[in-house]
């Protein structure tokens, strides 16, 4: 597959003409990231725009005491990160590290604000995504504040579900090489917290592991634990 070809299935340049594609695709360069490897660190200069190829790529931010608090997680090819740079030019405000080997397309702040002027699809695309980064944020915020963590967790199997779910014989897979500390640390939640609720849905017979991926069997229950 071309990028050309790559870029048409994506949800940024969904709607961007072939000719406008054409122009964009001198401006993207290949990066390629080892599994652990660091992407960009909090703190550092944000002037580039990542767009997943393959991979995956975790978002987290450093607590005071040190500890890491994961933001969100990024596995589909298309999805984007580091959009802020692309409209503050402000230093990073998180780091992102590959959980696996990665491949990413990237460009620079001034040429992707140059395409944006050019080809209104593009920035139509690009002012969605902020929006639904926001409204993600948004109900992050909610969940930590007022659920407790059989609950959050529920909800945040849910949406990876959404988001990164293969259906199989025996139910959803997330496909997502997630521990529990990854989990833990999206829902701002001790590791031995997460333990004891991913042992109880698996009692319930809510969800399963399999090779280290988590299964979803039961979507009804999860919806109603979060509903409680």
């Not at 280290?212 to 979507?219: F, N, R």
């Given at each position: 597959m071309?990028?050309?070809?790559?870029?048409?299935?994506?949800?940024?340049?969904?709607?961007?003409?072939?000719?406008?594609?054409?122009?964009?695709?001198?401006?993207?360069?290949?990066?390629?990231?080892?599994?652990?490897?660091v992407i960009?660190?909090?703190?550092?200069?944000?002037?580039?725009?990542?767009?997943?190829?393959?991979g995956?790529?975790?978002?987290?931010?450093?607590?005071?005491?040190?500890?890491?608090?994961?933001?969100?997680?990024?596995?589909?090819?298309?999805?984007?990160f580091?959009?802020?740079?692309?409209?503050?030019?402000?230093?990073?405000?998180?780091?992102?590290?590959?959980?696996?080997?990665?491949?990413?397309?990237?460009?620079?702040?001034?040429?992707?604000?140059?395409?944006?002027?050019?080809?209104?699809?593009?920035?139509?695309?690009?002012?969605?995504?902020?929006?639904?980064?926001?409204?993600?944020?948004?109900?992050?915020?909610?969940?930590?504040?007022?659920?407790?963590?059989?609950?959050?967790?529920?909800?945040?199997?849910?949406?990876?579900?959404?988001?990164?779910?293969?259906?199989?014989?025996?139910?959803?897979?997330?496909?997502?090489t997630?521990?529990?500390?990854?989990?833990?640390?999206?829902?701002g939640?001790?590791?031995?917290?997460?333990?004891?609720?991913?042992?109880?849905?698996?009692?319930?017979?809510?969800?399963?592991?399999?090779?280290?991926?988590?299964?979803?069997?039961?979507?009804?229950a999860?919806?109603?634990?979060?509903?409680?």
């Amino acid at each position: 597959m071309n990028d050309v070809d790559f870029l048409q299935q994506t949800q940024l340049f969904a709607g961007v003409s072939e000719m406008q594609l054409q122009k964009i695709v001198p401006d993207i360069v290949r990066r390629h990231f080892r599994q652990g490897e660091v992407i960009f660190r909090e703190g550092d200069p944000g002037q580039v725009l990542y767009l997943i190829q393959s991979g995956q790529v975790r978002i987290y931010v450093n607590g005071l005491d040190g500890s890491e608090t994961s933001v969100i997680l990024f596995g589909r090819p298309g999805e984007i990160f580091g959009e802020l740079a692309v409209v503050d030019g402000l230093p990073r405000s998180a780091t992102a590290v590959a959980l696996e080997e990665t491949l990413l397309l990237t460009i620079e702040r001034e040429r992707f604000r140059r395409h944006l002027c050019q080809a209104p699809p593009l920035a139509l695309n690009f002012m969605q995504e902020l929006s639904l980064k926001l409204r993600y944020n948004t109900r992050q915020m909610d969940s930590l504040a007022n659920l407790p963590v059989p609950q959050r967790l529920a909800r945040k199997l849910m949406e990876l579900a959404q988001s990164y779910g293969r259906a199989e014989a025996e139910g959803v897979r997330i496909d997502l090489t997630l521990t529990q500390t990854d989990l833990a640390s999206l829902i701002g939640a001790a590791r031995e917290s997460i333990n004891k609720s991913l042992r109880d849905f698996r009692r319930r017979r809510w969800i399963q592991i399999q090779d280290g991926y988590i299964v979803i069997l039961d979507p009804e229950a999860l919806r109603a634990q979060v509903s409680l």
